[in-house]
């Protein structure tokens, strides 16, 4: 059990997110991050560690991008909204996004210069295009598609990122409906 790519007030949480009958295993169970110590850790002996932030390998419509760091921008990237991009055609290139996260005086534009390996990473949670996928490193795939403003048939496989406490919760292929929140 990988409690240790955890941040601490999660360590000792149940999936409290997820539907009964899941609800109830613990979140150190498929947690990954690089808060593990490597091949030095008294717990999982490196299994699991994972390099932060995520990387866009390539996709289709990848247009949220998170801050990688505390204060957690959320940013859409217009641009990106109907495209195919690998993570050569973003990197090391600046882009303006609006700033939609509530908390962070939304709405205003963001200039960013999108560096492998920090500053912002892609989302998760691809929420401004209307279709699209991702792929990302560490080895993450999303698919998503809006059938109305509320319902997406979305499915995933791999690490996916979650920005708001730095770690990766890893699963196999789950189909589930994208119903506008985190």
Known sequence: ?????LPDHLKDKKHNDWCWPFKNIPRGSNAYGPRCPGITCPICHGKGFRPWPPILIKGFGV???EGTGEGHSIIHIAKLDDIFVTGDDVYGN???GIEMNPALDPGHIVRVKLVRGSGYSPSAIQEFSTHGYE???PYYVAKWMKWTKTLWPNYRNGYRPDHNDMYYNYSKIVPYAGLHFE
């Not at 059990?1 to 790519?5: G, K, L, S, W």
């Open 94 to 96: 600046v882009f303006d």
């Open 135 to 137: 792929i990302l490193e």
């Open 1 to 5: 059990m990988p409690i240790c790519a």
């Open 63 to 65: 247009s949220r991008w």
